[in-house]
């Protein structure tokens, strides 16, 4: 009989996201049949086949009350989760049950980033990262702020793993043409992408100032979190035929494979929460638009600063930087696209980091 894992999500739309795609599927690789938890609406299909089963779970006290003393968590050999919420459901199945478990701590809700959760819920999540076989952050710089966040000494064991896809789409100058031009821009135009977070702490006033102020430039929008009226306003600026506004969510992977198309995409985060200002390769859209070969601008911080070792992208504090920014890459573009790929392959190294995971959730596989 094979072994079972049990993988709690926060919302539904991350069960395809990079780093849990990457740790289903290290499951599967490692021989487990996996059951994924999330609230909401299940998804009726997913990329990984019957490999994996999904359930519905709620983060309240209520669900605990009424399901944690069950049956089927004893058959369970490994049980993971992201943060914050589902940690409070990881800690107290690995510590009622003694059973095994990974925490992905995608995000350290600390500072003023704290999120609403009570003290007595963060508790059990932090206990639950102090128990766990080992954590995941998603890059480097968060080594630091997660061993703070939990209390966590040298001896813990912490992986990175990126918001990277280990397998990214393909690349191809013939899909390149096709995304331009089913956005309505040719092969010529200059494009500027944002994709995800849509607001001021994001970028979007610079992005919409510069396109205001060249008209030689197109952007491609695909917002998240965008309220109605500010889709609306968007549509009905005097320059809205240079902008493609995505309307509805795309999944990740067309995500990533359409990135390809832009000649430029921006990683901003103005948000001065700790989690926000130590992003490096933790930002997925970051991740995105280097793996398909487009040079990046992003907000000045330590943890960006590999983009300007690589000459593949370039550091800004305000939108006079960013401008100057847009000029330099325009002119050094060929140069810079060929450049994200070695900081693919060197620095993200998704490849590399999935083996890790993979090897080391191998290590945790009870013996038959």
């Given at each position: 009989m094979k072994k079972k894992a049990a993988h709690f999500l926060l919302i539904p739309e991350l069960i395809h996201s990079p780093p849990n795609c990457a740790i289903i599927n290290a499951y599967i690789q490692n021989g487990y049949v996996v059951d994924v938890f999330t609230p909401g609406s299940t998804p009726e299909k997913t990329i990984y086949g019957d490999s994996i089963r999904v359930f519905r779970v709620e983060y309240s006290w209520i669900w605990i009350l009424r399901n944690i003393i069950h049956t089927r968590w004893f058959s369970y050999a490994l049980v993971s989760g992201t943060s914050e919420d589902p940690l409070g459901i990881v800690g107290l199945i690995c510590t009622i049950y003694r059973t095994k478990g990974i925490c992905l701590v995608d995000e350290i809700k600390s500072g003023?980033?704290?999120?609403?959760?009570s003290e007595l819920w963060k508790k059990i999540c932090i206990r639950a990262i102090r128990n766990s076989n080992f954590s995941i952050v998603n890059d480097n710089s968060r080594i630091g702020l997660l061993r703070q966040y939990a209390g966590l000494g040298e001896h813990k064991e912490i992986l990175v793993y990126p918001g990277c896809f280990y397998q990214r789409p393909e690349i191809s100058e013939l899909k390149r043409v096709e995304y331009r031009k089913s956005w309505g821009f040719s092969s010529e135009d200059f494009i500027i992408g944002s994709s995800g977070g849509f607001n001021m702490t994001a970028g979007a006033d610079w992005l919409l100032r510069y396109i205001k102020e060249n008209d030689d430039v197109r952007s491609v929008i695909q917002p998240l979190g965008v309220t109605p009226l500010s889709m609306f306003l968007l549509r009905n600026l005097d320059y809205h035929k240079r902008i493609f506004i995505q309307n509805q969510r795309m999944d990740w992977n067309e995500a990533w494979e359409s990135a390809q198309g832009l000649d430029i995409g921006i990683c901003i985060y103005m948000n001065q929460a700790p989690q926000f200002?130590?992003?490096?390769?933790?930002?997925?859209?970051?991740?995105?638009?280097?793996?398909?070969?487009?040079?990046?601008?992003?907000?000045?911080?330590?943890?960006?600063?590999?983009?300007?070792?690589?000459?593949?992208?370039?550091?800004?504090?305000?939108?006079?930087?960013?401008?100057?920014?847009?000029?330099?890459?325009?002119?050094?573009?060929?140069?810079?696209?060929?450049?994200?790929?070695?900081?693919?392959?060197?620095?993200?190294?998704?490849?590399?980091?999935?083996?890790?995971?993979?090897?080391?959730?191998?290590?945790?596989?009870?013996q038959e």
């Open positions: 003023s980033y704290r999120g609403d959760r200002q130590n992003m490096g390769i933790s930002s997925n859209r970051l991740c995105m638009f280097l793996a398909m070969g487009v040079p990046v601008i992003a907000s000045r911080q330590e943890s960006f600063t590999f983009l300007e070792t690589y000459e593949c992208g370039l550091l800004v504090e305000d939108y006079n930087d960013f401008e100057s920014a847009v000029g330099y890459i325009k002119k050094n573009w060929a140069d810079m696209r060929d450049n994200c790929g070695k900081c693919f392959e060197e620095y993200i190294r998704p490849s590399q980091r999935y083996r890790t995971l993979a090897r080391r959730i191998g290590e945790l596989r009870p």
